[in-house]
């Protein structure tokens, strides 16, 4: 389980490989010119730009973007262009090509398409205003996980302790929710890292869903995920971990037909107005009312 450390929260909130020539930038909005950019791993924040020549894929030497791991084939994959619009094609790739959650054989990219090849995340940004584009979705990077769009852990433990801090001054209830997925390495093991990817998009959909914006919601590392309500007391937290569980058990994740069951297990804390306690200590009572919701059996909350 990841831990909040003083040290953490200087870190800066993003690895990112990106282009700072202005100037050259200017010239790609002037152009009309579509991007990808790169959205996980890291290479995080890298664009390439989109012209009428082939941009190869793959982990191998000679494409045109390298992604470098085991998850991507050598030559895993080519953006061409085609009849005025860019088309993605699979080379026949050992993990395929997924454009928003669903595997391709080939498919023409529309502005906003979210492209996966093997663990690497990318995103299509079409012609028109590609700097302000670029800048907007580089901003949202720096926040929010590419994967889930939840908050990234750096960011979301920034806005953390700020919320300690304020309430300090206004004195109020803080509760806070901790959970993760139950046996989540069993889903990468049978149905790959794809399918896990898929499963965690799938669960951050939910999420959302439920929280409808109320609360600060973050991705802790892997798996694991916190929620942050101010000045909320422990009953109402635990009665939405409670809605959180009962939705996501209710639903039906399926990656590529296949049905994969997905419950979680919830450890809630409550900071009382006033208290003296400090953010690890709070965030390690949450974190260990998780552990006790895994002992008993997992799928339930524990506040």
């Known amino acids: ?18 282009s700072r020539d202005m100037s050259a930038l200017m010239q790609v909005a ?75 054989g080939e498919r023409v990219l529309r502005d906003g398409d ?40 750096a960011s979301f433990e920034e806005a953390y302790r700020v919320a300690l801090m304020m309430e300090r001054a206004k004195p109020k209830a803080v509760s806070f929710i901790v959970f993760d997925i139950d046996h989540f390495k069993r889903v990468n093991d049978t149905h790959g890292h794809t399918a896990g990817d898929a499963v965690l998009q799938q669960l951050a959909a939910i999420v959302e869903a439920v929280l409808a914006g109320r609360y600060l919601y973050g991705r802790l590392g892997g798996e694991e995920f916190g929620i ?15 809605q959180v569980r009962t939705r996501v058990a209710a639903s039906r994740f399926t990656f590529e037909e296949v049905h994969i069951p997905i419950t979680l297990s919830f450890g809630v804390a409550e900071r009382a107005p006033g208290s003296s306690e400090g953010a690890e200590d709070f965030f390690e009572r ?18």
């Open 228 to 242: 942050l309500l101010e000045g909320e007391s422990l009953a109402t937290a635990c009665e939405l971990a409670e």
């Open 1 to 18: 389980m990841p831990t909040l450390k003083d040290e953490d929260f200087y870190d800066s909130t993003v690895e990112v490989t990106v």
């Open 286 to 303: 949450a974190d260990q009312l998780l552990y006790a919701a895994k002992s008993a059996g997992r799928n339930c909350v524990r506040c």
């Open 114 to 153: 979210q492209i996966q090849i093997g663990k690497a995340l990318l995103k299509y940004l079409a012609g028109g205003n590609i700097e302000a584009m670029y800048h907007e979705e580089f901003q949202r990077l720096m926040h929010h996980d590419g994967l889930t769009g939840a908050r990234t852990k």
């Open 30 to 104: 002037e152009d009309q010119q579509a991007m990808l950019l790169v959205l996980s791993g890291a290479r995080i924040g890298h664009r390439v730009v989109l012209g009428e020549q082939p941009l190869t894929i793959g982990r191998g030497s000679n494409c045109s973007l390298i992604l470098d791991a085991d998850s991507v084939s050598r030559h895993h994959a080519v953006v061409e262009w085609s009849g005025g619009q860019h088309r993605l094609v699979d080379k026949g790739s050992t993990n395929g090509t997924f454009v928003n959650h669903h595997r391709v």
